[in-house]
């Protein structure tokens, strides 16, 4: 292989760079900034894409947020690629808060206690990792119906809302942002 690495990444390594950039975060957010303001597409595409990507971030849908984020800022007429790079706004230092506020707000939005029942718990997540486990469609349906009520219904409608104001305020700085780089490297299709 021309470019491959001489000695392959162990396992370990390859999961610690997924959770820990490399270098470092500062270095990994300016070049998600620089891969936005860098699209040949209108500042207000670009910046709906990135909202879009954003806003999907706060959904309890892991494995889809690229294909969801898509599916949203085309129906936005907005940049698909700047929405993957929206998202990802949700990344190892942010799930966690996102998923504890959005748990939280949607509990209070569905009249729940905002706190899990312990017995109530125990029993879905051991149907649901025995179910998985199986891993037959039937299987992994029946793990998403013990999941649904207590975890994800309450983390969809509080990351909703949550996702939208996270969306509206960061589309201001990345329209802003595409806009001051192609006028000052195009001289125009700043809008």
Avoid at 96 to 104: A, E, L
């Amino acid at each position: 292989m021309l470019f491959g690495r001489r000695h392959p990444e162990k396992f370990r390594e390859k999961l610690r760079v997924a959770v820990w950039p490399r270098r470092n975060w500062k270095r990994s957010i300016r070049y998600v900034l620089k891969r936005l303001s860098r699209l040949r597409t209108s500042p207000h595409a670009i910046a709906i894409g990135a909202a879009a990507g954003v806003v999907v971030s706060f959904t309890p849908f892991l494995g889809f947020h690229f294909l969801l984020a898509g599916l949203l800022a085309w129906s936005l007429r907005g940049s698909i690629i700047a929405s993957a790079l929206g998202t990802f706004f949700g990344n190892p230092l942010t799930f966690p808060f996102i998923w504890v506020g959005s748990y939280q707000l949607g509990s209070r939005i569905l009249g729940l206690e905002p706190g899990l029942d312990g017995s109530g718990l125990a029993a879905s997540l051991h149907g649901a990792t025995t179910s998985i486990a199986r891993a037959s469609w039937e299987t992994l349906w029946s793990a998403l119906e013990a999941l649904w009520p207590i975890m994800l219904k309450p983390m969809a409608v509080g990351g909703l809302p949550m996702g939208l104001v996270a969306g509206l305020i960061s589309y201001y700085p990345v329209r802003k942002l595409a806009g001051a780089y192609q006028h000052r490297q195009h001289g125009g299709m700043a809008s």
